[in-house]
């Protein structure tokens, strides 16, 4: 049995965040992502303005959780929470 690819992770070799099939650049310092995430989440929560998003917020998060081991949990959470409330439907139909 094969584990299923990933379609959203950090790839701290090559400095990139990929998103299914988006790649964006990553900071390689912990400061940067840290800053980087941090900018992010402050970003998003300003989301009503033109040029900032409400998108900016859980990307904020999932670069801040790649160093910052309370919200690595909380996110990991969050996904356990999701798969048990959404189960994934194999082609079949069956969950």
Same mark, same amino acid.
């Given at each position: ?17 990929? *998103? %299914?099939? $988006?790649? &964006? ?7 940067? +992502?840290?800053?980087?995430?941090? @900018? ?18 859980? *990307? %904020?998060? $999932?670069? &801040? ?7 690595? +949990?909380?996110?990991?959470?969050? @996904? ?16």
């Amino acid at each position: 049995m094969t584990t299923p690819k990933r379609k959203h992770y950090i790839d701290a070799k090559r400095g990139r965040i990929v *998103l %299914g099939r $988006f790649e &964006l650049p990553f900071p390689r310092s912990k400061l940067g +992502r840290v800053a980087t995430g941090s @900018a992010l989440v402050g970003g998003g929560l300003l989301g009503f303005l033109p040029v900032l998003g409400f998108w900016m917020v859980p *990307l %904020g998060l $999932f670069v &801040l959780s790649h160093d910052l081991a309370s919200v690595r +949990r909380r996110r990991r959470r969050l @996904a356990i929470w999701w798969r048990k409330r959404h189960p994934v439907v194999n082609r079949a139909g069956k969950p």
